[in-house]
């Protein structure tokens, strides 16, 4: 889908970008800025480009940021629109009142100390003191 023609002419600003042929080229641009960013701009490029682009090649963090601005963030908006219609699409899911409900149960409990729930639940420790720990709802 990012590599289709349909798509980068959706959403690149003019249509004259994306059409030489650069190092980042639109498929690396988008993908580049769905990986989650944590470091600085020049550490996040220069990962990027020896990752996806080979050893060799760089992309400057100047570049990266012009080609970027030549990214309409509408293409963001149809990727998650995209993937939230196919996780949803086979329709294997109830409602309550209309409404997909979801809920996540994440209570631990400490159990108590002996030889055989260690092994079977784990460990679980504060300021040095590690105590068998379970979870309180269904497994």
Known sequence: MIGSDGFKERHRKSGRDFTRKRVLTFVGLVVSQINLMSKSLSVEVSRFAERFLGAGRDCSKQAFSQRRSKL?????????????????????????????????????????????????FGLAGDRGKRMPTGPAGAV
């Open 72 to 120: 309409r963030a509408e293409a963001f908006t149809e990727l998650r629109e995209r993937l939230v219609a196919g996780f949803y699409a086979d329709g294997a899911y109830r409602k309550w009142q209309g409404y997909l409900t979801l809920a996540v149960e994440a209570t631990a409990l400490q159990l108590p100390e002996g030889p055989a729930l260690a092994p079977e």
